[in-house]
T-cell receptor, first 113, second 112 residues
Framework: QQQVKQSPQSLIVQKGGISIINCAYE??????FPWYQQFPGKGPALLIA?????SEKKEGRFTISFNKSAKQFSLHIMDSQPGDSATYFC????????????FGAGTILRVKS | KAGVTQTPRYLIKTRGQQVTLSCSPI?????VSWYQQTPGQGLQFLFE???????NKGNFPGRFSGRQFSNSRSEMNVSTLELGDSALYLC???????????FGEGSRLTVL
């Protein structure tokens, strides 16, 4: 119940294309869903986050779509660039457990120029 | 504003030894969490400290421990190191009890 399932494991997208990464969860108590970007040798960096009272949130080229009834959320990267090549993690947490994030397994994104 | 600072960045230990890792959170942040990242298990929560009290603990053996000081700086300790403890240990700080988390660059531990 504490799992967050992320797909695909890896993704190759052409420059200018749309990258889509999906996550699914079971625990309906989750109330905060962030996405992190991690480059090799670096720590995860917060990209964008959403709470379940909103179905979509957009920040620049990054959009989270949230489907509460399906218990799914996804990250869309518009106009993907080679500099977006990184590993992306979805995560979730509940207020009950403070800052305990449950992470997905990660998606390795490669944007081909 | 300086980010989360972790020291040391890299270290090599042998089985049976112990290690202490340090984390300085972003100024003003009172919550510090620790995560272990490995290729096989991914990112796993170790524990969280808030105002010097352990608030949550993950499913790790008692060899993993931590503490937080009055200035919010935190340390984690792993005793009797095993080969499987080789990992990137990440510290994250948050300004509130349950808010956004900002990660440091991690301490990469290799156990030989």
């Amino acid at each position: 119940q504490q799992q967050v399932k992320q797909s695909p494991q890896s993704l190759i997208v052409q420059k200018g294309g749309i990258s889509i990464i999906n996550c699914a969860y079971e625990n309906t108590a989750f109330d905060y869903f962030p996405w992190y970007q991690q480059f090799p040798g670096k720590g995860p960096a917060l990209l964008i986050a959403i709470r379940p009272d909103v179905s979509e949130k957009k920040e620049g080229r990054f959009t989270i779509s949230f489907n509460k009834s399906a218990k799914q959320f996804s990250l869309h990267i518009m106009d993907s660039q080679p500099g977006d090549s990184a590993t992306y993690f979805c995560a979730a947490k509940t207020a009950e457990y403070g800052n305990k994030l449950v992470f997905g397994a990660g998606t390795i994104l490669r944007v081909k120029s | 504003k300086a980010g989360v600072t972790q020291t040391p960045r890299y270290l090599i230990k042998t089985r049976g030894q112990q290690v202490t890792l340090s984390c300085s959170p972003i100024s003003g942040h009172r919550s510090v969490s620790w995560y272990q990242q490995t290729p096989g298990q991914g990112l796993q929560f170790l524990f969280e400290y808030f105002s010097e009290t352990q608030r949550n603990k993950g499913n790790f053996p008692g060899r993993f421990s931590g503490r937080q000081f009055s200035n919010s700086r935190s340390e984690m300790n792993v005793s009797t190191l095993e080969l499987g403890d080789s990992a990137l240990y990440l510290c994250a700080s948050s300004p509130l009890g349950a808010g956004e988390l900002f990660f440091g660059e991690g301490s990469r531990l290799t156990v030989l």
